[in-house]
């Protein structure tokens, strides 16, 4: 089963959903998840209410390496034009988290053809509810989505970095989800 990438992604730009709303988004990448993974052994997933976790399983595995993305939409009016511009009127992937998204899924596919030179468990986490505090990272590290993980990624799209350059943090970036409240006092 290949994975027309382009497809998949232009997919979800269509159904951005807000934060704890993703039903049809988790939908979409459970029936692609399914695909990949019919006839593999090696696979499990587990949800947690609108996010996914995909375990792989490597075949020396003294270690679990997590991968982390954003599933969810902005409450923001698709103004494009695109083709595939967004069907879910006032929602827009405007983060790139449709992207990361797709790349997630990616990865998991070549992970699952090389399975058998896989060492480590690898899993996937697709988060919902990223852009609310305070969210779905939470409630899943809360329910132990973390657990007997050893290392975390997570990846962003960054528009100020040039095509085939790759940005790296040693610790946290571009993380922040908060909520401000402006009141203006006339005299």
């Known amino acids: ?11 979800l730009h269509k159904i951005p959903e807000i934060g704890l709303e993703e039903f049809k988004t988790q939908a979409y990448l459970l029936e ?11 696979v499990e997933k587990r949800t947690w209410r609108t996010g996914i976790l995909v375990y792989l399983h490597g075949h020396a595995p003294e270690k679990t390496i997590g991968w982390r993305t954003d599933i969810d939409g902005l409450p923001i009016v698709e103004e494009t034009g695109l083709d595939f511009k967004s069907t879910h009127e006032g929602r827009m992937h ?11 899924l990616a990865m998991c596919k070549v992970l699952m053809q090389y399975q058998k030179k896989l060492p ?4 996937a986490i697709f988060q919902y509810g990223e852009e609310q505090a305070p969210g779905g990272a939470k409630p899943m590290i809360d329910a132990g989505c973390l657990q007997g993980i050893d290392a975390i990624f997570g990846a962003h799209l960054w528009t100020p970095l040039p095509l085939g350059t790759l940005g790296y943090s040693y610790s946290e970036l571009c993380a922040a989800a908060d909520r401000l409240s402006l009141i203006t006092i006339s005299e």
């Open 1 to 11: 089963m290949t994975l027309d990438l382009i497809k998949i992604r232009r997919d």
């Open 32 to 42: 692609r998840i399914a695909e990949m993974t019919e006839g593999k052994d090696f």
């Open 94 to 104: 405007a983060c790139g988290h449709d992207g990361h998204t797709t790349a997630l």
């Open 120 to 123: 480590h468990d690898v899993v």
